[in-house]
């Protein structure tokens, strides 16, 4: 790259930095129209003051092919502090370059198709159980309860713990993830105080854990943590104690907050879309017949294949990722400084009407390819991010929405309670106010 190709001269976005220090974070966090107005007015690219920082957001595929294209060049990991102080500094989510590549590769072990598939019938006896305890229940408020279900889910596979929504580790983890977006303030009343706290709690939980399976020599099963603990560097160094614990606690939350949020997106909008959900029933009335859900016949599923592509599509669990610039450079005739930071916009990159026709319906037949040409190119589409730092866990984040929207679909019916608000809560992760009630029954 010929660094004097970099135009010094270009005028940063247009924008406003609002006030002094707090800038417009207060907007930010309130309103969930902040970008889309902003756009409106100053077009792809704007610049904003939030959360301490001056901050450029850009949507659209070009620029996400330039941020995810450029990582570690002009670009690293940001996270908001109360995160990063919660998460771990030796948790991926802050690892850079080589050691980052590193430390994926090493990771993703636990994510290959082969071990994934020795995890159907786990998830599918998990999908069961919650399915019977709901129809049981009659009525409920239903993402509480898919928190729980997708905490078992991940618990299990990343540590071996079975319900653990139940536990001890469940009502800290709860405490730990409300503080993660929070005010950094650490005083005895505040959320991130109490996050501080129940983070200590979960890495000695962790710890124990750890040490019971060494001292039984059970660290040879393929789950994350026994992958994690057989682990071995370029140096033939295994993992720090500290390190694996971090690992796995971010690897907790990754793998829980957003797939709670794109199962009760998928329940609200077939409860919404009463013909999508009889298409899906119709699908799945081919693969009843089987019982046993594979790998395979997961695959054929074609039609619920679109209804989740679409989902996440429309309601991106992740709106956006930040990055920090770390070299100056330009972009479509602006200069992005060093030390600011930008936000690629996921959820309004999939708004873009230039590549999706009516892109607020909620189309899944836009996914059918033997009508339609492929529009999901990688930075068109993207629910999962791109480049280095894509998703680690989306093919297992695929298989249980899949399985549990299978099942769901098959053997049971749901329908909103009236007098509730749907309005969604888009931080941390887009989710509906009331927590979505609804009537629940087996058919
Ligand atoms: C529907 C479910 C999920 C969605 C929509 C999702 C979305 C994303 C996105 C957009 C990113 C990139 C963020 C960025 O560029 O800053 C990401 C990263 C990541 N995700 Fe997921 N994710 C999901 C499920 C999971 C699961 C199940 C796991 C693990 C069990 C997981 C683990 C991770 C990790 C570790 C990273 C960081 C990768 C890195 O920095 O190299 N995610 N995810």
Known sequence: MNLSKINHSFPVPPGNLGLPIVGESISFLSDPQFAKKRHQKYGNIFKTNIVGSP????????????????????????????????????????????????????????????????????????????????????????????????????????????????????????????????????????????????????????????????????????????????????????????????????????????????????CLLLAQYPEILIKCRIEQQEFAKSKEITLENLKHMSYLEQVLREVLRLIPPVAGGFRKIIRTCDFKGYRFPEGWNILYEISLTHQDGSVYYQPSRFDPDRFNYKQTEDISQPFNYLPFGGGVRECIGKEFARLEMKLFAAHLVRDYSWELLPSQNLEMILIPVPHPKDGLKVKFVKL
Not at 140 to 151: I, Q
Not at 154 to 159: E, G, N, S, T
Request: one cysteine or more; hydrophobic letters at 40%; a neutral charge.
């Open 55 to 266: 901050t450029i957001f850009v949507r659209g595929a070009e620029a996400n092919y330039f941020i995810l294209t450029n990582e570690n060049k002009y670009f690293i990991n940001s996270l908001p502090p109360s995160a990063k102080a919660l998460l771990g500094s030796l948790s991926l989510s802050q690892q850079i370059g080589s050691q980052h590549q590193e430390r994926r590769k090493l990771l993703y072990q636990a994510f290959q198709p082969r071990i994934l598939s020795g995890y159907v019938s786990m998830i599918e006896d998990l999908t069961e159980g919650y399915l019977h305890k709901w129809a049981k229940l009659g009525t409920l408020t239903w993402y509480p309860e898919l928190r729980k279900y997708t905490f078992d889910v991940a618990c299990k596979f990343l540590i071996g713990l079975d319900f653990a929504s139940e536990t001890q580790l469940g009502y800290l983890f709860e405490t730990w993830s409300k503080g993660l977006f929070s005010i950094p303030l650490s005083l005895p009343w505040t959320k991130f105080n109490h996050a501080l706290q129940s983070r200590q709690q979960l890495l000695n939980h962790l710890e124990a854990i750890i040490h019971q399976r060494q001292q039984q020599n059970l660290g040879k099963g393929e789950d994350a943590l026994s992958i994690l603990l057989q682990a071995r560097d370029g140096e033939g160094n295994s993992l720090s104690l500290e390190e694996v614990k971090d690992q796995i606690l971010m690897l907790l939350f990754a793998g829980h907050e957003t797939l709670t949020s794109a199962l009760a997106s998928f």
